[in-house]
């Protein structure tokens, strides 16, 4: 059984703060993917990774970066975090190859104050 | 870009009735539709999903229908029940390795008993 997780639940930070969150996946999957899910907005691909070190922008990477150092594993960084980035974010990974199910973490629930 | 619409953003039904969600993309280069069902507070899981050389699919009580000459699909649940109570969320793939999804902005079904 495929597992993603997300190290926090729920975080409460300050603006200005910088923040990590990170996921690990247990499936040996080559993609990752760091999505933002804002009620009626759906969820917004921020970046992916289709390998260690590897990495592309989705559509709003703005204010976001990553790190993938290790395959397992699938950093989000806010550097200055902003009020406008509460919200919740979601983890995910798939295998490599022909498209199939994305695997999704319970969520990173960002507030900043 | 890419886009997913996806209509409507609520739906409410009464338990045994169906229930139909639709979506448009803009890439004529999509060649998979995967559908999410996100439960109150949980994770979203893949629930059925279908590529671009198939019309229709079905597995139990729900479907999903494609017409890529339209560049819409649609997904029938047929005898709701309460547990059918979630958010739902079309997406769009041009497949290959990074199964990268654009997804809809969800819909959220509410059935009554």
């Known amino acids: 059984d495929v597992k993603v997780t997300q190290s926090s639940r729920y975080l409460v930070k300050r603006t200005g703060e910088k923040v990590f969150l990170e996921c690990v996946q247990d499936m040996d999957h080559e993609n990752m993917f760091w999505y933002r899910q804002d009620p009626g907005l759906g969820l917004r691909l921020i970046y992916f990774s289709y390998d260690v070190k590897m990495k592309e922008k989705g559509d709003i990477p703005e204010g976001y970066s990553v790190s993938r150092e290790k395959k397992e594993r699938f950093s989000l960084i806010l550097e200055s975090a902003s009020t406008n980035q509460t919200s919740m974010y979601l983890c995910?990974?798939?295998?490599?190859?022909?498209?199939?199910?994305?695997?999704f973490g319970e969520g990173s629930r960002l507030t900043v104050l | 870009g890419e886009n997913v619409e996806q209509h409507p953003s609520t739906l409410s039904v009464q338990e045994g009735d169906s229930a139909v969600i639709k979506c448009t993309y803009s890439?004529?280069?999509?060649?998979?539709f995967p559908w999410y069902k996100q439960e109150l507070g949980k994770r979203p899981q893949l629930i059925i999903d279908i590529r671009s050389n198939v019309g229709e699919k079905k597995d139990q009580r729900i479907a999903v229908t494609l017409n890529k000459t339209a560049k819409h699909f649609s997904l029938h649940i047929t005898e709701t029940q309460p547990e059918d109570s979630a958010v739902y969320f079309c997406a769009a793939s041009r497949g290959g390795g990074y199964n990268k999804l654009i997804f809809g902005a969800g819909t959220r079904l509410a059935v009554h008993p």
């Open positions: 995910a990974s798939s295998p490599w190859g022909a498209s199939g199910e994305l695997f």
């Open positions: 890439d004529s280069a999509s060649n998979y």
